[in-house]
T-cell receptor
Framework: AQSVAQPEDQVNVAEGNPLTVKCTYS??????LFWYVQYPNRGLQFLLK??????LVKGSYGFEAEFNKSQTSFHLKKPSALVSDSALYFC?????????????FGKGTRLSVIA | NAGVTQTPKFQVLKTGQSMTLQCAQD?????MYWYRQDPGMGLRLIYY???????DKGEVPNGYNVSRLNKREFSLRLESAAPSQTSVYFC?????????????FGEGSWLTVV
């Protein structure tokens, strides 16, 4: 069965520093991977996804993520954090050999960017 | 540019009461979903509808029923609310149930069962 893990409940970073939010996955085939962001009292917003091709995926708000098959990881990154990036971030995965099934989400990582 | 709209946004229920959460999408999507979000648990799928006329159980379906009323609307019903159903509920939709499709979420419904 497909699963995704976000090993850090909380990540703190100073404004202007690079940020990384970690995600690892477990699937039986080649994964389709997604990142979403949730601002306080709001729904989840799509940031980016990896389907195939270039391992470095660029998304909204200056975020990017790197797919690493050997490490089964899909970490979210941004070169220079903003206070407005403070939010809850979710990694999600689909495992194509499992058929057309809905996304499975991680438990989320709360990012706090300190001015 | 509404996207996915769900109502009500806030609701307080007494144990044993029933209620229905309404959801509608205007993106002509085929697939719709209901998730619940609890602290430390992330998002868990309650039910989903791959296409109009079909519904399937997700990870945590007990205590809930759903109706895919038409292509636009997908409602979630709590027949006899319990305190364990206190949560934030999100409706979502995607073009289809294809693995490459992006899921789009509503703004959430905060439900408290006392």
């Amino acid at each position: 069965a497909q699963s995704v893990a976000q090993p850090e409940d909380q990540v703190n970073v100073a404004e202007g520093n690079p940020l990384t939010v970690k995600c690892t996955y477990s699937v039986s085939g080649n994964p389709y991977l997604f990142w979403y962001v949730q601002y306080p009292n709001r729904g989840l917003q799509f940031l980016l996804k990896y389907i195939t091709g270039d391992n470095l995926v660029k998304g909204s708000y200056g975020f990017e993520a790197e797919f690493n098959k050997s490490q089964t990881s899909f970490h979210l990154k941004k070169p220079s954090a903003l206070v407005s990036d403070s939010a809850l971030y979710f990694c999600a995965v689909r495992d194509p050999p499992s058929g057309n099934t809905p996304l499975v989400f991680g438990k989320g990582t709360r990012l706090s960017v300190i001015a | 540019n509404a996207g996915v709209t769900q109502t009500p946004k806030f609701q307080v229920l007494k144990t044993g009461q029933s209620m229905t959460l309404q959801c509608a999408q205007d993106m002509n999507h085929n697939s719709m979903y209901w998730y619940r979000q609890d602290p430390g648990m992330g998002l868990r799928l309650i039910y989903y509808s791959a296409s109009e006329g079909t519904t399937d159980k997700g990870e945590v379906p007990n205590g809930y029923n759903v109706s895919r009323l038409n292509k636009r609307e997908f409602s979630l019903r709590l027949e006899s609310a319990a305190p364990s159903q206190t949560s934030v509920y999100f409706c979502a939709s995607s073009e289809a149930l294809s693995p490459v499709d992006t899921i789009y979420f509503g703004e959430g419904s905060w439900l408290t069962v006392v």
